[in-house]
């Protein structure tokens, strides 16, 4: 299955996804590193603010795709990175 097919597949099965909220495109990253099972992973760790998440990217291919399936899930808007879905708590292992 493409990217493009996984990410519209995966929000029509998410009630009220919205575009421009991080958690629903963190929910389709997170579904994605399972189906594709990739190497990168997400932590959550419970703080005094509020639930906070991080990612762990295990190689530049990943972090390509990772960020394809950003794109598609915002229909290409440029404010959406990697950076910026997860607060710049991203944790590049290559």
Do not use: C
């Amino acid at each position: 299955m493409s990217i493009t097919e996984f990410v519209r597949m995966t929000i029509s099965e998410m009630n009220g996804f919205d575009k421009d909220h991080k958690e629903g495109i963190q929910q389709i990253i997170a579904k994605a590193i399972e189906v594709y099972q990739l190497k990168s992973y997400e932590e959550v760790e419970d703080t005094h603010e509020g639930r906070v998440r991080f990612i762990y990217i295990d190689s530049m291919m990943e972090e390509n795709m990772l960020a394809k399936i950003i794109d598609v899930s915002t229909e290409g808007d440029p404010d959406w990175t990697i950076e910026s879905v997860y607060d710049s708590r991203v944790i590049r292992e290559y």
